[in-house]
């Protein structure tokens, strides 16, 4: 049964500051894995999909890399803004399997 | 495109009660995916619906129940609601099994 962990909990940064995001999975069979932001008491938005094949993917300011043989993924924020703060989500997928989540990091960005 | 909406935002049940949320998928998509997420909390999967067929189900009582409609759209039912329901229930959908998934803004269930 696949569980995925992320670590830390929270996290507070002060605005300008790079930060990654770690989530990590059991099991490495993966056929991709999904980072979500969630706005307090909102839906998920997806911010990036990285299929198995892939070893990260890129979206403005954000780079999400995923290592399946380590059951890593990373989703780097760089220059973080006030904006950014959110509760960032990971979920991976492992075929015929619904999405399995991570309970989230919480991150605050102080101007 | 709208997105994945669902409906109603908020709502206030009594104990015993039963409640019907709703969700249309984002154009196109035929898969949907149904979540309940605590509070602090990753969302649970509930169950899935493909060609108005539950395809999956995860590790909840037979309270919930859902249906999807042909024209992909879904609803998920909860009976006999307990305290522990209280929730944010989200819908989520995708173009295929396994692709990439958009959610709903969820609907925020208080049981009392």
């Known amino acids: 049964k696949q569980e995925v962990t992320q670590i830390p909990a929270a996290l507070s940064v002060p605005e300008g500051e790079n930060l990654v995001l770690n989530c990590s999975f059991t099991?490495?069979?993966?056929?991709?894995l999904q980072w979500f932001r969630q706005d307090p008491g909102k839906g998920l938005t997806s911010l990036l999909l990285i299929q198995s094949s892939q070893r990260e993917q890129t979206s403005g300011r954000l780079n999400a890399s995923l290592d399946k043989s380590s059951g890593r993924s990373t989703l780097y924020i760089a220059a973080s803004q006030p904006g950014d703060s959110a509760t960032y989500l990971c979920a991976s997928y492992s075929g015929n399997t619904p999405l399995v989540f991570g309970k989230g990091t919480r991150l605050s960005v102080i101007a | 495109d709208a997105g994945v909406t669902q409906s109603p935002t908020h709502l206030i049940k009594t104990r015993g009660q039963q409640v019907t949320l709703r969700c249309s998928p984002k154009?196109?998509?035929?898969?949907v995916s149904w979540y309940q997420q605590a509070l602090g909390q990753g969302p649970q999967f509930i169950f899935q619906y493909y060609e108005e067929e539950e395809r999956q189900r995860g590790n909840f009582p037979d309270r919930f129940s859902g249906h999807q409609f042909p024209n992909y759209s879904s609803e998920l039912n909860v009976n006999a609601l307990l305290l522990g329901d209280s929730a944010l229930y989200l819908c989520?959908?995708?173009?295929?099994?396994?692709?990439?998934?958009?959610f709903g803004q969820g609907t925020r269930l208080t049981v009392v």
């Open positions: 099991d490495s069979a993966i056929y991709n």
């Open positions: 989520a959908s995708s173009l295929v099994q396994g692709g990439e998934a958009f």
């Open positions: 154009s196109g998509h035929d898969t």
